[in-house]
Each structure stands twice: as structure tokens, then as C-alpha cells.
């Protein structure tokens, strides 16, 4: 060990620490350990109830800090336990390597040094997942991954199962999870982009040994269908959850809608028949019969198909209270035409919103049918009516202007 460490004085400045959760990799664990405490005193390594001759090894580094317990209860817990001790010991971040030595110690100032662009982020040490000796499954299992985070949290990253991160675990605070082996990994950094933490990433390097000598705790079946199971929760959080919430959030601060109205609305580089597609868009899902989702649908689609995303939000308001009545009414109606002598004719005048309701579920046919239909005739007569306005009192600047500006 290096009696002056090389980059101690700023682990010490930023109060860091490096943690390495390990689980029977003796073999390899000493030299990672090494490697680590040339660049700091501030190691902890977590003993995942290891059962080989890990404790011989971590008996020969008595500088290192140690969390140690029996049995083995997975990478999350190890990693958990590591956070809550590292917090004890009075550490703002912990950066975690993994113990089988694919990790260079000499990438710890790569992270490090994020702290000083960022010092609330969550940063990602990201692969090279071209190199040499980089198992196939782990190439897939990465593109699935960083699929569902990005679906997840709107987020695109190069590496999201990286283990080599830098946590803000003051910025964590005392969150509460779920799981307890290598899913957790995906969790923290899900639930961290949800708490509104900025998720970054620095390239770093990466040793994978040849397959007959690679050692490997995971369990393709089992653990992968663990990972799919929180995938399939978190995205249901997401949707019903999350989504809405972050709406929500952007559209009760007037600065937003400030900024929607001169950067969206008033964009002079954007055509009028672009524009009038949002509105015509926007009353299209404004109507269609997907009550508390119409919304946020709206804003995905319009993402997904580069529409103006305020307008295409002010036209969905169609079906905002008091004109809920009014959509209602013409959908049934509107439906109508498709049930024949089966259709009734619905009377909401005077009704409360649960009449209202109690009225629409007793023919559900005939308003799903008739705010389809209604749907997509008022989004194409608003399409129709909006390009006719905006070309007649909207004036185009000539090209070389947007040019110059």
C-alpha cells in the first residue's frame, strides 16, 4: 500500500469513499483492494457472507473499513448495508467497484472529479462494450436495460448495469427499496431519476478476462427474471405515477407556460400546417375515450411524432370541465348512428357529474363508438380550420430572416 495515496487529500475534501461489496471473490479481491488504496486510506469493503478465504484476505488490509455478516444475501443488500454504514462514518459519496478486478482503480479520479461539475449527480462509469473478451449476453442484457431506463425516466445512457458509479448519498437521503440482489442496481438509479438526482456518465475502462477464467455470481434465468419482473413494476409506476406527476409539476409553474407559449407557440421557424397538425392532434386525443390518459398519451405521441407539444396540450384541454358535459353528450349521441333502435337518447342536463358517469355505463358501446368517431372528425375539422386561419393571419418571414437570426 502507497503510504501517500495519490488523490487522499480530495477523497478527504469531498468526503468519499470507496466501497466494494464482495461475495467469494478471494482471488481477485486483494489486488483490487490494492490497487484502491493507492489513491485513498477511505476504502470499505462489505463481506456479502462470503464462504472461500475472503476474510484471510481482508486480514492482510487492517486499514480497510469492513461490514461483514453471514449468510450471503445478495449484491443489493451488500450495497445497501454499504450506504448506510458509509453514511455513519460521515461520507457524502461512495464509489462502488466491483470485486472480481474488471474495475481500474485508476478510473476513481475519473469519477471523482465529476463531484466538482456536478456535486448532486449519480454518475455512471460506462463501458467500452465493443472490447475484447465482452460476453455477448452482457452486450444484450445492457441495450435491454438501458431500454427500460430510458422508457422509464427519459433518460439515455451508454452503461446502465455498470457497477463502478459515483452515489450522492447525501442527496439520497434515506430512501427506502425494494431489492435485495443485482436488480437493485437498476432500482437506485430508476428511483434516483425519479427523486429529480441528475443521472450522468464518464467513460471508464474495463478488464473482462478470457470466459475459462471469468467468475461470475449471476444467475442468467433467475436473475434475469427478477430484473424483468421490476421492469414491468417500474414501468406501471411510470405511467400511472410518475408521468402524470412530472406534468403536473412543469404545468403549475408559470414560467413553463411562459416559455411553452414563446418557444412553442410563437416559434416563427415552424410551418402552419405543422402547427395545425398539433391542434388538430391535440382535439383528437382530447377526445378520445382514454379518460386519465388522455393527456399524457398526448404528450408521448406528440414526442414520438416531433409535434409542438404546446399546442398540441392546449388543444387536448378540450375535454377540460366545463366542456366534459359537452364531449360527453356528443359522443353519445354521435354514437347513435352505429346501434340503431338499441341507442338511447341520453339527457345530461341537470345531471352531477356520478349521474353523468352512472349514465354513460349503461350503454359504454355507443359513447366508446360515438367519442371515436367524434374524435376523429373534430381533430380533422380543427386541422382544416386551424391551417385556414393561421394562413390567412399568420405572416411567414422569408427564409434568409430565420437565417440571419
Known sequence: MSATPTHNELFEQHRVAVLIPTYNNATTLGAVIKDALT???????????????????????????????????????????????????????????????????????????????????????????????????????????????????????????SGYRLYPLHRMGNSQYWCTKYEFEIEVLVRSAWKGIKIDWAPVKVYYPPAEERVSHFRPFRDFSRISVLNTVLVFITLIYIKPRDVIRYLSKWDNWKRMWKEEVLNPTESNSKKAAAIGFGVFMGIVPIWGFQLLVAILLSIKFKLNKALVVLAAHISTPPLTVLVLYASFITGKMYLGQSSKDLIFLGQSLAQMKKTAMENLLQYVLGACTLAVAAGILSWLVSLAVLSIFRKKKPLQDFQEQ
Do not use: C
Not at 58 to 86: C, D, E, M, T, W
Not at 129 to 151: D, I, R
Open 39 to 161: 489513491y485513498t486510506h477511505h476504502v470499505i469493503v462489505v463481506n456479502d457472507g462470503a464462504t472461500d478465504h475472503t476474510a484471510e484476505v481482508l486480514v492482510s488490509h487492517p486499514s480497510v473499513q469492513l461490514v461483514s455478516y453471514s449468510p450471503n444475501r445478495g449484491k443489493g443488500i451488500a450495497l445497501r448495508k454499504g450506504f448506510s454504514y458509509a453514511k455513519e462514518q460521515g461520507y457524502d459519496y461512495v464509489i462502488t467497484m466491483d470485486a472480481d478486478g474488471q474495475h481500474f482503480a485508476s478510473d476513481l479520479p475519473v469519477l471523482l472529479n465529476k463531484i466538482s461539475e456536478d456535486p448532486d449527480a449519480l454518475v455512471i462509469g460506462a463501458r467500452n462494450l465493443q472490447q475484447e473478451n465482452m460476453p455477448g449476453k452482457n452486450t444484450f442484457a445492457n441495450k435491454f436495460s438501458n431500454f427500460w431506463f430510458y422508457v422509464e425516466t427519459g433518460l439515455k445512457m451508454p452503461d446502465t448495469q
